[in-house]
């Protein structure tokens, strides 16, 4: 599953579901899941890289030290060990000082006798008696072996006094641990290194992780998309992971059922559509009859006579929509797509629904641009916005046709009391008249001609949104966007005549 998107097959445009669903909020966090699992495997590395490197450091120390105190004990007590053979009983100043020249010192270790309470020095000015204390001096002299750290010269230092019991001496040398501090601090400088080094290896392999472990959720973003959009028939795959399958089988039972439930909805709808056109055609005719015979009624009947028909009227027109919707909703929409001039196209439109009073503005050179329509349900689009304006703002004012990139907008605006903005997102809705509508005196609407107007402008690969008027009056409009073609029409065809160019 994580390597293979969604199975989208294609399938007709259906219904895009607008009612409101109840989400559980998440917990509001300040990253998101990809970023939070890179940062766990970059602390992660830091936290392992940093235990690590302290450990390895305090042990590397650990070990140096002691070869290193090793070494200089072993050395100082050799050095030691040849005072009694080279020197005489009473050794004269010139004799031990002959001897410290002799001694194989290295790494500049310096080295030191304390013979008759005079000192002699390698180094009398970093390594004179001062730089000895005095009860180091009293242990020394007592028979003890002393190893001590201090400062020599300001050199931390290794300080050893070995007693000579041949001699009435004692021998002293001072090892400089500067070199093994040289060598520590580059180690932790490498240590260091190292573990920002792991630290972004550590962040990049999580950056790797969240790519592929999140790979599948994006396809069931996808797929919700899909969904979303109106494709019922698009599923996950499964068989892939068993720890997948247990997101995409809920996924695509959910989607089933999903399915099931508008398909049955849809079904109802169109039967029930169907089963109540006979007997209003009955009652339509009836009407008819009725009608043609109101002089002769009473003036009471006739009231009623009129009530009745305009409820007959109103009950035709719910069927005919829920018809209609109910082809979408079952996929049974088929467009019969022509390339035609979009302006002459709202002009003839405009005109065969009576609205000749109504300017269609549009620049010269938006008289040849071409869109890929169905004639008549195009024609069905203009006249719901057109009715609209005319049952709730007084009728329309003006339809502008614009090119925006490579999409064509059209338009339709009226002077009325507008759309407030909580009610332009559900006005497209099924039975939503927002605050215009619901009047029962003046309103013959069913809340079905946005929404077909909707279903039919999605149905061309368009959208439509109601905005604020351009030029700051109150009022409404009505934006209708489709995709250009940019192939030309037939230039037989007749030329625009009636266009009102924008001002």
Known sequence: MSAVGPEIRPVQARTRPRRRARIIAPVRRRFGLRTRLTLTFG????????????????????NLTSQRERSAVDRAAIDAARLSPQLPESPTDLEIEQFLRELPLTDGTAAAISYADRWFTTDDINFSSSAVTDSVQQSVSGGDAIKINANVGGTQSLVLGVPVPALPAEYYEAVPLSDLQRTLDRLGLTLVLASILTTLGGGL??????????????????????????????????????????IANPFNEMAQALEDRIERDARFASEVSH?????????????EVLENTREELP???????????????????????????????????????EDVRAAEMVIQAVRFLGGGGVPVRFEPEIGEVTVRVDKRRFGRVIANLLDNAERYAGGATAITIERVNDRLRISVEDRGNGVPFEERDII????????????????????????????????????????????????????????????????????????????
């Open 43 to 62: 602390l992660g590395a830091a936290a392992l890289s940093a235990v690590l490197s302290l450990v390895t450091f305090g042990l590397t120390r650990e």
């Open 205 to 246: 392999v999580g950056y790797w992780a969240s790519r592929r472990v999140f790979a599948p959720l994006l396809d069931v973003g996808t797929a919700a998309e899909a969904i979303a959009g109106g494709r019922l028939d698009t599923r996950l795959p499964v068989g892939g992971d068993t720890d997948l399958d247990l």
């Open 275 to 287: 089963e109540l056109r006979s007997p209003l055609m009955t009652i339509a005719a009836t009407v």
């Open 299 to 337: 003036e009471r009947a006739q009231t009623a006579l009129t009530l009745l028909a305009a409820d007959v009227d109103r009950l035709q027109q719910l069927v005919e929509d829920l018809l209609e919707i109910s082809r979408f909703d079952v996929g049974a929409i088929k467009l019969h797509l």
């Open 428 to 503: 497209f809705d099924r039975f939503s008249r927002g605050a215009e509508g619901g009047n029962r005196s003046n309103d013959s609407g069913v809340g079905l001609g946005l929404a077909l107007v909707d279903e039919h402008v999605r149905l061309h690969g368009g959208s439509v949104w109601v905005d604020d008027r351009f030029d700051g009056e109150i009022g409404a409009r009505f934006v209708v966007e489709l995709p250009m073609v940019e192939q030309p029409v037939d230039t037989a065809s007749e030329p625009i005549t009636e266009a009102i160019p924008i001002t």
